[in-house]
T-cell receptor, first 115, second 112 residues
Framework: AQTVTQSQPEMSVQEAETVTLSCTYD???????LFWYKQPPSRQMILVIR??????QNATENRFSVNFQKAAKSFSLKISDSQLGDAAMYFC????????????FGTGTRLQVTL | DVKVTQSSRYLVKRTGEKVFLECVQD?????MFWYRQDPGLGLRLIYF???????EKGDIPEGYSVSREKKERFSLILESASTNQTSMYLC???????????FGQGTRLTVV
């Protein structure tokens, strides 16, 4: 079974600054995917970024990037040039491959963005 | 635009009632999931399904059952609602190739 740990229940960042959200996970699989999802106050969960475990290169999506350390089972999210609209709950989610695989989430990090 | 639709955004039910939460996706995904979300606990998996009539227990299945008679619809059933089932319920479906999940807007259920 997968376990996911997000050790920062809350984080705060000033607008235009950079913040890093941490995530560690445990899996016995060698092939899997890792995701960061964002849940704003509207409650609609949306994908932020996706990483395939077999790829060594860290994924990047505009201001969002990850630091993926496979051996350490660490998958942190870096948000650069933070904006007010980035304020949300962020969830880390590893997903094994295979049709019957689970999708497990961490407990989340609430990010506040201040002026 | 991909869509996962949950039948209700807010729901209030009485203790002991049988409650149905419906979820419909229009993306022809095989995998569908039901989670409950509580403060400080994140999303906890209740049940998931990987094909019509196929279901697997998640991490907290007690007090819940599911039904998947058609590929696009995945229903969560609270057989006899209790106050400790007051929560936010989220449905998701997952794309096969990318493993990306798409979520409904959530149902906030209050059991009184």
């Amino acid at each position: 079974a997968q376990t996911v740990t997000q050790s920062q229940p809350e984080m705060s960042v000033q607008e235009a600054e950079t913040v890093t959200l941490s995530c560690t996970y445990d899996t016995s699989e060698s092939d899997y995917y890792l995701f960061w999802y964002k849940q704003p106050p509207s409650r609609q969960m949306i994908l932020v970024i996706r990483q395939e475990a077999y790829k060594q290169q860290n994924a990047t999506e505009n201001r969002f990037s990850v630091n993926f350390q496979k051996a350490a089972k660490s998958f942190s999210l870096k948000i650069s040039d933070s904006q007010l609209g980035d304020a949300a709950m962020y969830f880390c989610a590893p997903s094994n491959t295979g049709t019957a695989s689970k999708l497990t989430f961490g407990t989340g990090t609430r990010l506040q963005v201040t002026l | 635009d991909v869509k996962v639709t949950q039948s209700s955004r807010y729901l209030v039910k009485r203790t002991g009632e049988k409650v149905f939460l419906e979820c419909v996706q229009d993306m022809d995904h095989e995998n569908m999931f039901w989670y409950r979300q509580d403060p400080g606990l994140g999303l906890r998996l209740i049940y998931f399904s990987y094909d019509v009539k196929m279901k697997e227990k998640g991490d907290i299945p007690e007090g819940y059952s599911v039904s998947r008679e058609k590929k696009e619809r995945f229903s969560l059933i609270l057989e006899s609602a209790s106050t400790n089932q007051t929560s936010m319920y989220l449905c998701a479906s997952r794309e096969q190739g990318t493993y990306e999940a798409f979520f409904g807007q959530g149902t906030r259920l209050t059991v009184v």
